[in-house]
């Protein structure tokens, strides 16, 4: 599936609008733009938050397997998404030292520097 222009879009911004449809409580948008096509990404963390995102809302998805360093902020959310998918209770803690390792360098000056998304997008996921 492609958007609307019928291109793909980069992979690090279908996440983001993934993390934004989700921590609105809108799971079947999110559905909709996990299918979406991404644009090939060299960066491990996105494509691995892309396969999380795929499996935790019930679409095919293949966590790839990663060859560069994952930042240990980065780590963080991953592992409140693959302790999601194990069907563990998470804490959204992982969440919160993403977002505040990143807020200022990664999402400055974009709609996540001020906001944590990724903590109410987690607990969504959890209750799915």
Do not use: C
Request: proline fraction near 5%; glycine fraction near 8%.
């Amino acid at each position: 599936m492609h958007s609307e222009s019928g291109q793909p879009i980069a992979l690090a911004e279908k996440n983001e609008l993934v993390v934004l449809a989700l921590s609105l409580g809108h799971v079947e948008l999110a559905k909709q733009i996990v299918r979406i096509e991404g644009t090939p990404d060299e960066y491990p963390f996105t494509q691995v938050l892309d396969a999380l995102f795929a499996q935790l809302l019930g679409l095919p998805a293949q966590v790839p397997t990663v060859l560069r360093k994952i930042t240990a902020a980065e780590q963080y959310l991953i592992d409140d998404l693959e302790n999601i998918i194990g069907g563990k209770q998470i804490t959204l803690g992982g969440a919160d030292k993403f977002w505040s390792a990143t807020r200022k360098k990664r999402y400055a000056n974009t709609i996540h520097e001020h906001r944590n998304f990724f903590k109410p997008a987690l607990a969504v996921l959890q209750g799915i």
